[in-house]
């Protein structure tokens, strides 16, 4: 075959790529989940959100708000990154598409917020200027921001009874921690035993207690600390999904990383990854929609 005729089909096919990478961007997809215990009396639907990355769906995010009205949830969590704070820049994120979105929800229903790598970056490199955001969060109604903290929820409003109690923990991890891997190979910082315990305390294992941890790859060690679920985002779901593979590449160059996106299990303990709604660095999805995820808890009732 002629050399010409080899280009010309290359870049028609990169062309096609990049249009449906273009037109993924700006879809929804929610994803359900179903989880059972016997730690609520109750069920509880949750929507999980990360990585916006101050990406907007439609005119002040109404299309996102629109899809999650229709799931009529009990409340919403949020991982982190939703904004995006560039290593080197010398401008502080934009924060403004990020907290509208969050009153417009908080509206409606209690909003819990999580830390990831960049409101940490955003924290270290620009204090007075994060410190401004998370007061205008912490002034709204309904709005939690959990840096190494927690709240309970009452799933049912009977503030007597424990066991309609969900534990919510949002751990904001240190910048070492997110290091990425060298391109495809090399190992992950190794977190202490205590780690999770020094950043939030003991938690109740007779509770309910669901772990934000922005990055998946401390399942086990959030197990070990004693969380029933895990939620996680960070890895944009492998940027590109190839069936039967899972997730090609992480924003950090980290190649075929298992826990991209979707549920998981260790110990009889739930790790869901979202794969998150925004882009950064590396801007492309394909076959990798931005996520909703709806998560049910069914409890013993």
């Given at each position: 075959?002629?050399?010409?005729?080899?280009?010309?089909?290359?870049?028609?096919?990169?062309?096609?790529f990049?249009?449906?990478?273009?037109?993924?961007?700006?879809?929804?997809?929610?994803e359900?989940?179903?989880?059972?215990?016997?730690?609520?009396?109750?069920?509880?639907?949750?929507?999980?959100?990360?990585?916006?990355?101050?990406?907007?769906?439609?005119?002040?995010?109404?299309?996102?708000?629109?899809?999650?009205?229709?799931?009529?949830?009990?409340?919403?969590?949020?991982?982190?990154d939703?904004?995006?704070?560039?290593?080197?820049?010398?401008?502080?994120?934009?924060?403004?598409?990020?907290?509208?979105?969050?009153?417009?929800?908080?509206?409606?229903?209690?909003?819990?917020?999580?830390e990831?790598?960049?409101?940490?970056?955003?924290?270290?490199?620009?204090?007075?200027?994060?410190?401004?955001?998370?007061?205008?969060?912490?002034?709204?109604?309904?709005?939690?921001?959990?840096?190494?903290?927690?709240?309970?929820?009452?799933?049912?409003?009977?503030?007597?009874?424990?066991?309609?109690?969900?534990?919510?923990?949002?751990?904001?991890?240190?910048?070492?921690?997110?290091?990425?891997?060298?391109?495809?190979?090399?190992?992950?910082?190794?977190?202490?035993?205590?780690?999770?315990?020094?950043?939030?305390?003991?938690?109740?294992?007779?509770?309910?207690n669901?772990?934000?941890?922005?990055?998946?790859?401390?399942?086990?060690?959030?197990?070990?600390?004693?969380?029933?679920?895990?939620?996680?985002?960070?890895?944009?779901?492998?940027?590109?999904?190839?069936?039967?593979?899972?997730?090609?590449?992480?924003?950090?160059?980290?190649?075929?990383?298992?826990?991209?996106?979707?549920?998981?299990?260790?110990?009889?303990?739930?790790?869901?990854?979202?794969?998150?709604?925004?882009?950064?660095?590396?801007?492309?999805r394909?076959?990798?929609?931005?996520?909703?995820?709806?998560?049910?808890?069914?409890?013993?009732?």
């Amino acid at each position: 075959m002629h050399p010409t005729v080899v280009i010309a089909g290359i870049l028609f096919i990169a062309v096609l790529f990049l249009f449906r990478s273009r037109w993924e961007k700006k879809q929804l997809r929610t994803e359900y989940y179903h989880i059972r215990t016997d730690k609520l009396d109750t069920t509880v639907r949750v929507v999980f959100l990360s990585d916006l990355h101050s990406k907007s769906f439609g005119d002040d995010n109404r299309e996102l708000i629109i899809e999650i009205s229709k799931l009529n949830p009990d409340l919403i969590v949020i991982g982190g990154d939703m904004i995006t704070c560039g290593k080197n820049t010398a401008i502080p994120p934009k924060t403004k598409t990020c907290i509208d979105l969050i009153e417009s929800l908080s509206e409606k229903w209690f909003v819990y917020y999580a830390e990831g790598n960049h409101e940490a970056r955003f924290r270290e490199r620009f204090p007075d200027d994060y410190a401004i955001f998370t007061t205008h969060l912490d002034q709204l109604s309904n709005v939690e921001y959990l840096s190494n903290a927690h709240v309970t929820f009452d799933c049912e409003d009977r503030v007597e009874d424990a066991y309609d109690d969900l534990y919510i923990y949002g751990a904001s991890l240190d910048k070492e921690y997110f290091r990425p891997l060298k391109p495809g190979f090399g190992r992950k910082k190794e977190m202490p035993y205590d780690y999770l315990s020094a950043k939030l305390g003991k938690c109740n294992p007779d509770r309910f207690n669901i772990l934000m941890l922005h990055t998946p790859m401390y399942f086990e060690q959030a197990v070990n600390w004693g969380a029933d679920l895990v939620l996680s985002g960070h890895f944009h779901g492998g940027t590109v999904r190839l069936p039967f593979v899972g997730g090609l590449m992480t924003p950090q160059l980290q190649f075929f990383v298992k826990e991209c996106a979707g549920e998981f299990e260790l110990k009889g303990s739930k790790l869901i990854v979202n794969r998150g709604l925004g882009t950064h660095s590396i801007k492309i999805r394909i076959n990798d929609l931005p996520e909703i995820s709806c998560i049910d808890i069914e409890g013993r009732i």
